[in-house]
């Protein structure tokens, strides 16, 4: 069973960047479908970022395009997603999730209930 932990969180000013890893232990994710998502206060968690890793494929909601930027990291074995220019609206825990299987698609982005492995997260807050 794969185990992430997900690290690279904390507070920064809006107009900043930050780098978030999700390491993967347990199991090999290069044929699974790896996403990132956040939840808000109040909110529904949302997806952000998918990679299908051995087909070198992202997908991304309209709402982060060009913003939001997910990667696989092969000699760390981690998913990295980074966030340029940093809002106050980012604020949110986010997560990494895995979904087992070959198949991913920019559908997923909103159906967190198809992933069967989610780390604890890690808190991103945005000032203004």
């Known amino acids: 069973q794969v185990q992430l932990v997900e690290s690279g969180g904390g507070a920064v000013q809006a107009g900043g960047s930050l780098r978030l890893s999700c390491a993967a232990s347990?199991?090999?994710?290069?044929?699974?479908?790896m996403g990132w998502f956040r939840q808000g206060p109040g909110k529904e968690r949302e997806g952000l970022a998918l990679t299908y890793i051995h087909g070198a494929r992202t997908w991304y909601p309209d709402s982060v395009k060009g913003r939001f930027t997910i990667s696989y990291d092969s000699a760390k074995k981690t998913v990295d997603h980074e966030i340029a220019n940093l809002k106050p609206e980012d604020t949110a825990m986010y997560y990494c999730?895995?979904?087992?299987?070959?198949?991913?698609?920019?559908?997923?982005?909103?159906?967190?209930?198809?992933?069967?492995?989610w780390g604890q997260g890690t808190q991103v807050t945005v000032s203004s």
């Open positions: 347990g199991d090999d994710i290069s044929f699974d479908c």
């Open positions: 999730a895995r979904r087992t299987g070959s198949y991913c698609s920019y559908n997923y982005l909103e159906s967190p209930d198809k992933f069967n492995s």
